[in-house]
Structure formats: C-alpha cells, structure tokens
C-alpha cells in the first residue's frame, strides 16, 4: 500500500512553461515535507508545510498543504532546466509514522526540463 | 562542515558476503537514519536512532543490523547479502524527531549484489 501517491511520475516540458505536481494521501498528516533529488546525490529540504490551506513560495516554486492536511501540490513557474530533478513528497506524523513521527516517502516526480 | 558523510561510494557484494556502510554526521544531530532507494520506488526508512546507544527498525529491516555508539556515526552492516538488497542506500540526520525539522542526507552508497 502506498500511503502517498505522487503524481504524474514523469514529465518532460520545455524550459518557460508552467507545472503542477501533486502529493495525494487518505491519511492525515500533521506536516508534509517536499525534496528535490539530483542525479547521484541525496535529496535536500525545500519547504515543509504544516497548517492545513498553507501556501509557501520559494522563488517561482509554490507549495499548497490541503485543507485536510491530506494531499500536497507544487507549482513551477517558468521552469528551467536547474528544476531538472525527481521531486519527493514525505508526510510525517500520520497514523503510519511510528512514534517518533518518521517520515513517509512518496515515490517521486522524475521532471526533466528541455532548453 | 561536511554535514553527513558516506563511505564506500559503490560497492558490488557476491551473494552470502557482508559488509558495513558507513555514515558519519558532524552538524551533532540526535536523530540518525538510514533509507534504502529501489528505482522508482522512493525511500523506505530501514533503521532509526534517537541517539546514542538508542536504535528502532523502520519498515525494512530484515537483513540489516545497526549500532550508534556515538553521536556521529551511525553504521550499518549487511549480513549473508542477497540479490534483494541490491539497492542505494541514505543515511540522514535531523536535530529533531518528527516531520517539522530537516532531515539531511549524505550522497549515497550504490550497493550491487551479484
């Protein structure tokens, strides 16, 4: 059973256009943590959510927390070809968690951006 | 600050052989983790410590054992490896337990067992 659905798994756009990729889950998650992962290299922290309805920007990426604190989406503006990358929904605190509240991967965007 | 070293980089493993990956954080991180990556699979939590002398299994753990006799290192040792556990392997630190802090992860250990 997979706990957290990402979708779409790839993508491949041109270098200016627009994306939306989602985090979907039927748990509830007290936080939702995003990661981006480079070839060869493990992931690193973009931002986590935590208030259900959040919204957070970090330059041209958006990231959305549900109202429900169950799905999660992340919107690039004019992507270019450094957002190459597979990006890593995790959710912590859920009732699959653990007690220390581990996290809980998604299985990941692969986006590739074109020049 | 190097934050969170691995060792080897690539290792191929005959069936039946063992050996330990190696993880070392200097940023004095309570919280130790090791992942395991299948292609297209995500991360699957294997092992964790809360600190040192303090382990837990994670979803995975047949075929792994780990120690955390200090705070900065926190092995892990494969015993009898299989085909199975061919794999890349994470390990991470984070100051706090739980979804609200970072986790930082080293640059992996690409394990092939023939």
């Known amino acids: 059973t997979q706990l957290l659905e990402q979708s779409p798994q790839f993508l491949s756009i041109q270098e200016g256009e627009n994306l939306t990729v989602y985090c979907n889950s039927s748990?509830?998650?007290?936080?939702l943590q995003w990661y981006r992962q480079e070839p060869g290299e493990g992931p690193v922290l973009l931002v986590t959510v935590v208030t259900g309805g959040e919204v957070k920007k970090l330059k041209r990426l958006t990231f959305q927390f549900g109202d429900a604190r169950k799905d999660s989406s992340l919107h690039i503006t004019a992507a270019q070809t450094g957002d190459t990358g597979l990006y890593l929904c995790?959710?912590?605190?859920?009732?699959?968690?653990?007690?220390?509240?581990?996290?809980?991967f998604g299985k990941g965007t692969k986006l590739s951006v074109k020049p | 600050n190097a934050g969170v070293t691995q060792t080897p980089k690539f290792r191929i493993l005959k069936i039946g052989q063992s050996m330990t990956l190696q993880c070392t954080q200097d940023m004095n991180h309570n919280y130790m983790y090791w992942y395991r990556q299948d292609p297209g699979m995500g991360l699957k939590l294997i092992y964790y410590?809360?600190?040192?002398?303090?382990?837990d299994k994670g979803e995975v753990p047949n075929g792994y054992n780990v120690s955390r006799s200090t705070t900065e290192d926190f092995p892990l040792r494969l015993e009898l490896a299989a085909p199975s556990q061919t794999s890349v392997y994470f390990c991470?630190?984070?100051?706090?337990?739980?979804?609200?802090?970072?986790?930082?992860f080293g640059p992996g250990t690409r394990l092939t067992v023939l």
């Open positions: 995790a959710g912590a605190g859920g009732i699959y968690g653990g007690s220390q509240g581990n996290l809980i």
């Open positions: 410590s809360v600190g040192a002398g303090i382990t």
């Open positions: 991470a630190s984070s100051y706090h337990g739980g979804g609200y802090n970072e986790q930082f």
């Open positions: 748990s509830v998650f007290s936080s």
